[in-house]
């Protein structure tokens, strides 16, 4: 009895070193990895996490249905497509042609009203609501120094040449590193952490902005920042008012916040299927939507174009692939949430999902995308 109390009692000991330790080296987020995701069984976030977090709502106004085209749902998938969908645990599959809805499919007890998170396709989506600040007069431009906004980067030697365009394109040069899987890291940090400001908005520079390529989950939280202070409302509602009413969106979303009610604008959108194929055709409409121009097209054009540093892979929020037969431009989030636009076959697919092992291509892009493009064109495209 005497030995069992004393392992109870060095456990309990134990126990409450790793919380002190926790506490002290600023990991107090491990609290909230183990019991949203650990404990739940998941290594990693998954797009089912949105639900156990707080979050401001993203308010439709009056729905606009998608059109149905003539034949929706009547080709059926071919068989690597269906194989490839269910292999990699999709939840959504949608094909928008001509502006109409062509094909919908569901998997693994999701569907239409399933809302799931964005993971980086809010990145794209965190551009856009700039580019509607530009128009709004609330930003000058993208090229606007983050120092106007935060007057603390100025002082520093790096920090005082940061643009919002270097966070939006990936060339902030701030000291980040990626990775969603090991706890101890930043976005994870900031995923589960209670105050993102605490975490961020301090100068930490690697290298001058504007001069390397480097993706960063950070990078779209400090543009997201600058937004929200130009704005002065919730970004949330500011989205609703820009996006999700004019667009019609069937459904409320749902934008995941820390505890201090900062959108986490690099992730965690929570939409369903339908609504994010509207982002994609609004993008395709280069910003118009029903006679409205609700985003500039020249601004537009400045999200689709690849940057030289990318290496001719990534504009502002979006990845690009001009080495593809028919060229396209991405939406793309963790675990391999895509929406994909094809222009020259006038083309969205949406496709959500749970892709935890997702390959690259040579150039570091979605090599699920790469698939999909290839045999839906093939599929619907003729």
């Given at each position: 009895?005497?030995?069992?109390?004393?392992?109870?009692?060095?456990?309990?000991?134990?126990?409450?070193?790793?919380?002190?330790?926790?506490?002290?080296?600023?990991?107090?987020?491990?609290?909230?990895?183990?019991?949203?995701?650990?404990?739940?069984?998941?290594?990693?976030?998954?797009?089912?996490?949105?639900?156990?977090?707080?979050?401001?709502?993203?308010?439709?106004?009056?729905?606009?249905?998608?059109?149905?085209?003539?034949?929706?749902?009547?080709?059926?998938?071919?068989?690597n497509?269906?194989?490839?969908?269910?292999?990699?645990?999709?939840?959504?599959?949608?094909?928008?042609?001509?502006?109409?809805?062509?094909?919908?499919?569901?998997?693994?007890?999701?569907?239409?009203?399933?809302?799931t998170?964005?993971?980086?396709?809010?990145?794209?989506?965190?551009?856009?609501?700039?580019?509607?600040?530009?128009?709004?007069?609330?930003?000058?431009?993208?090229?606007?120094?983050?120092?106007?906004?935060?007057?603390?980067f100025?002082?520093?030697?790096?920090?005082?040449?940061?643009?919002?365009?270097?966070?939006?394109?990936?060339?902030?040069?701030?000291?980040?590193?990626?990775?969603?899987?090991?706890?101890?890291?930043?976005?994870?940090?900031?995923?589960?952490?209670?105050?993102?400001?605490?975490?961020?908005?301090?100068p930490?520079?690697?290298?001058?902005?504007?001069?390397?390529?480097?993706?960063?989950?950070?990078?779209?939280?400090?543009?997201?920042?600058?937004?929200?202070?130009?704005?002065?409302?919730?970004?949330a509602?500011?989205?609703?008012?820009?996006?999700?009413?004019?667009?019609?969106?069937?459904?409320?979303?749902?934008?995941?916040?820390?505890?201090?009610?900062?959108?986490?604008?690099?992730c965690?959108?929570?939409?369903?299927?339908?609504?994010?194929?509207?982002?994609?055709?609004?993008?395709?409409?280069?910003?118009?939507?029903?006679?409205?121009?609700?985003?500039?097209?020249?601004?537009?054009?400045?999200?689709?174009?690849?940057?030289?540093?990318?290496?001719?892979?990534?504009?502002l929020?979006?990845?690009?692939?001009?080495?593809?037969?028919?060229?396209?431009?991405?939406?793309?989030?963790?675990?391999?949430?895509?929406?994909?636009?094809?222009?020259?076959?006038?083309?969205?697919?949406?496709?959500?999902?749970?892709?935890?092992?997702?390959?690259?291509?040579?150039?570091?892009?979605?090599?699920?995308?790469?698939?999909?493009v290839?045999?839906?064109?093939?599929?619907?495209?003729?």
């Amino acid at each position: 009895m005497k030995v069992f109390k004393k392992i109870v009692k060095g456990f309990f000991i134990f126990l409450a070193l790793l919380i002190a330790l926790a506490y002290a080296f600023n990991y107090q987020h491990l609290f909230n990895a183990i019991r949203l995701t650990y404990l739940k069984g998941e290594s990693s976030a998954t797009i089912d996490d949105g639900k156990d977090f707080p979050a401001h709502y993203i308010d439709k106004g009056t729905p606009q249905p998608w059109q149905k085209d003539s034949l929706y749902n009547k080709v059926n998938l071919p068989k690597n497509i269906l194989e490839n969908l269910k292999s990699t645990h999709s939840a959504s599959f949608l094909v928008i042609k001509n502006g109409k809805l062509l094909h919908e499919e569901y998997f693994e007890g999701y569907n239409a009203n399933s809302k799931t998170n964005s993971f980086s396709m809010a990145k794209a989506f965190t551009v856009m609501l700039m580019g509607a600040a530009i128009k709004d007069g609330k930003i000058k431009s993208e090229n606007q120094l983050y120092s106007d906004f935060y007057p603390q980067f100025a002082k520093d030697s790096l920090g005082k040449f940061l643009t919002l365009r270097d966070l939006a394109s990936m060339e902030a040069g701030y000291y980040w590193n990626e990775d969603y899987r090991n706890p101890f890291l930043q976005n994870p940090r900031i995923y589960y952490g209670k105050n993102m400001a605490e975490a961020l908005l301090y100068p930490k520079f690697e290298a001058k902005p504007g001069t390397r390529f480097e993706y960063q989950s950070g990078a779209t939280q400090l543009l997201g920042f600058a937004i929200r202070k130009a704005v002065n409302v919730p970004l949330a509602y500011y989205a609703s008012e820009k996006f999700w009413k004019p667009l019609g969106m069937e459904s409320e979303a749902y934008w995941n916040t820390d505890e201090k009610g900062m959108e986490k604008t690099f992730c965690c959108v929570n939409a369903i299927a339908r609504d994010y194929a509207k982002l994609g055709q609004l993008l395709l409409q280069k910003g118009n939507w029903n006679g409205k121009q609700l985003l500039d097209s020249t601004y537009i054009q400045k999200m689709i174009t690849p940057t030289q540093l990318s290496g001719g892979i990534y504009g502002l929020g979006i990845w690009v692939n001009n080495d593809a037969k028919y060229k396209y431009y991405q939406f793309w989030g963790f675990t391999s949430q895509l929406i994909i636009i094809i222009p020259e076959k006038n083309m969205v697919i949406v496709r959500t999902g749970k892709f935890k092992n997702e390959a690259k291509d040579e150039k570091g892009r979605s090599a699920q995308a790469a698939f999909l493009v290839e045999h839906a064109v093939k599929t619907f495209a003729n």
